[in-house]
């Protein structure tokens, strides 16, 4: 007995038959409705996959975040990373901001059960040392030594002090002096 025999012979015995079973020849068809090939518009997708859901949630999390931010010294040093059952949580750049942030943790629970978080029971707060990564690369980096141009008076007294200096203080006293004359050309 084939694969089709044997689901004819369970389907007789239950009693009922599948609209998907062909009876004349007995064989599997497979959903006898095709699929809906007409493009669906973006909301409709988000609502099937509960795409909807993670973007609600992903904007609640930025609007607590920015409310989080205006009740604490360190806004820029901290982020809310989560929001579940009662606990939020918040996430440092260092160990230093962590210890900061405890200390204005209770002030910043009263006004957040205030204001947007009723059922607010506890603040947990993490070091995530990524935090500090994005923010430097967000500033722009300032050179430690910024180069003043040499003078040519300043260019004069260098080699004048070349002339009496040892050999290795005179090569690196010139190739300063040259500096000078590079940066008119």
């Known amino acids: 007995m084939g694969k089709a025999g044997l689901a004819l012979f369970i389907f007789e015995k239950l009693g009922s ?6 009876f004349e020849q007995h064989h599997y068809l497979g959903s006898l ?3 809906d090939r007409r493009p669906q518009t973006t909301g409709d997708l988000l609502e099937e996959t509960g795409l909807n859901n993670i973007q609600q ?12 931010k205006q009740h604490v010294n360190c806004a820029e040093h ?22 900061r942030l405890n200390y204005e943790r209770h002030t910043l629970m009263m006004k ?11 603040i947990e707060i993490k070091v995530n040392p990524s935090l500090a990564a994005v923010h430097k ?17 300043a260019a004069q007294h260098l080699l004048a ?20 004359q590079k940066q008119k050309r």
Request: hydrophobic share 40%; aromatic share 6%; with cysteine.
């Open 161 to 180: 002090t070349a002339a009496s200096a040892p050999e290795k203080v005179k090569k690196r006293l010139e190739r300063l002096a040259l500096l000078a």
């Open 17 to 22: 038959y599948p609209q998907f079973f062909n």
């Open 57 to 68: 949630r992903a904007i609640a999390l930025s609007q607590l975040n920015t409310a989080v």
């Open 112 to 122: 957040l059960r205030e204001k947007l978080l009723p059922k607010l029971q506890d």
């Open 33 to 35: 409705t095709m699929r």
């Open 78 to 99: 901290c982020r809310v990373s989560n929001y579940r059952q009662g606990i939020l949580i918040i996430e440092t750049e260092s160990a230093a901001w962590s210890m």
């Open 137 to 153: 690369q967000r500033q722009e980096k300032i050179p430690d030594i910024i180069q003043k141009p040499i003078t040519e008076v």
